[in-house]
């Protein structure tokens, strides 16, 4: 990814046009009529027929996307590494990550979604029916992710009556596949908001993916629990594979606002429910202090930047 895109930017100027528009999508380029002789990034568009000029602070910007996009697929591809070290007390480890996700939603979720609700109050006929309904959109997501926790759990349960112990249970295969498959969707919608977010501080950035990044630890924990060595040999590469395609497609189709905010009020429901119910754990395995910690350090910070 890092070396495509070092390519990119070095050599736009011998990019082949058409290269050039399927990989340079409109968020990331501004026309201009400026004269090729100018020492600018500037490339020649197909379709317009203009010199298209790189503004360095996207350029930077789509640098700090890509190194949290990196960032994401790591944690996917090696968080069971470091639950599975005997050394790093788990209990503490996910309360910390706890605290920092409530501290998240509440800081930031919900500000965001009222933000999302006046860019739906704001839009089209198509969307202005939604008034006030933008919490609604995100009680559905919560109630969607709910009730497949709770058929998994199910799955687990029946596993468990017919033949097996409890710690070697997991979900039927097509349960497998369903659950999995949503949070391909919610991976997916969350790469495709890095781009399309309000806020694109560096800060701004760099504490979303601090606390999406612990978020996604402590999810691929309880996929690991419910779905063992399935999830391993099979779900963490697609969910991986989501977060990138999620946010090529991000840098590639710029969908309405009100339409983003829908998609956003969809995604908070989700990630307000699997906080509550993964990052809350239960009270024999939970630090109060790791939690306090976690909650306190990430909102000081918030209220710092």
């Known amino acids: 990814m890092s070396v495509f895109i070092s390519a990119y930017i070095k050599n736009s100027k011998k990019i082949a046009p058409l290269f050039l528009n399927a990989c340079c999508p409109p968020a990331l380029q501004k026309a201009t009529t400026q004269s090729p002789n100018k020492r600018n990034t500037s490339v020649l568009s197909a379709s317009q027929g203009k010199f298209v000029e790189f503004d360095k602070g996207i350029t930077k910007m789509l640098w700090l996307q890509a190194s949290i996009v990196i ?128 806020e694109q501080e560096a800060w701004a950035m760099s504490f979303f993916a601090v606390a999406m990044g612990l978020h996604f630890v402590v999810n691929d924990f309880a996929l690991r629990q419910h779905h063992k060595n399935t999830y391993h040999d099979v779900g963490r590469w697609l969910l991986t594979a989501a977060i990138v395609f999620g946010w090529v497609m991000g840098l590639m189709v710029k969908l309405p606002e009100p339409l983003i905010a829908v998609i956003f009020a969809f995604v908070a429901g989700g990630v307000v ?30 209220l710092l930047f």
């Open 71 to 198: 960032i994401f697929v790591i944690i996917h591809l090696f968080a069971g590494l470091l639950l599975d070290q005997p050394a790093i007390p788990r209990s503490k480890w996910l309360s910390f990550a706890g605290g920092v996700a409530v501290s998240y939603v509440f800081m930031h979720i919900f500000p965001e979604l009222a933000a999302a609700q006046t860019t739906i109050n704001e839009s089209e006929p198509i969307f202005a029916w939604m008034e006030h309904h933008a919490y609604l959109v995100s009680l559905v997501g919560l109630i969607i992710f709910y009730g497949l926790e709770r058929l998994v759990k199910s799955s687990r349960r029946d596993a468990t009556r017919a033949f097996q112990t409890p710690s070697e249970t997991q979900a039927s295969r097509g349960v497998f596949w369903l659950h999995i498959g949503s949070f391909i969707i919610y991976n997916a919608l969350i790469g495709y908001l890095l781009v399309h977010r309000e």
């Open 273 to 302: 429910l699997n906080v509550l119910k993964e990052e809350l754990p239960e009270e024999n395995k939970s630090s109060f202090i790791a939690f306090g910690c976690g909650a306190s350090s990430y909102a000081v910070l918030m």
